[in-house]
Nanobody, 127 residues
């Protein structure tokens, strides 16, 4: 099992930037792929970004491509989501999640494959 803890959310204005962090501990983090999802009120949880276990591949949701960047450091124990050019429609609770092993461009987007989740951090973008 992997323990995940997100931080960095807050209230910003449209056009601003924000960086979310996710600290991972527990199962060897080099064996997991990690992703970010978000959920707005009344909507389903949506895929935002992910990178594969090796870190060699990254994937993004269509609505954030070109604006958000996923990265990691600290031997893979910390994952970041750099969010630029934020828009009001980016307002949501953002969750960090992990799955054991590799994922593909398709499977990385499937929230059902992720076994561990953080508690979420709220991001609110005002217009």
């Amino acid at each position: 099992q992997v323990q995940l803890a997100e931080s960095g959310g807050g209230l910003v204005q449209a056009g601003d930037s924000l960086r979310l962090s996710c600290a991972a501990s527990g199962r060897t983090t080099s064996r997991i792929s990690m992703g970010w999802f978000r959920q707005a009120p009344g909507k389903e949880r949506e895929f935002v970004a992910a990178f594969t276990r090796s870190g060699s591949n990254t994937f993004y949701g269509d609505s954030v491509k070109g604006r958000f960047t996923i990265s990691r450091e600290n031997a893979g124990n910390t994952v970041y989501l750099q969010m630029n050019s934020l828009m009001p429609e980016d307002t949501a609770v953002y969750y960090c999640a992990s799955l054991v092993g590799y994922c593909t461009a398709t499977s990385c987007r499937d929230r059902r494959l992720y076994s561990d989740w953080g508690q979420g951090t709220q991001v609110t973008v005002s217009s």
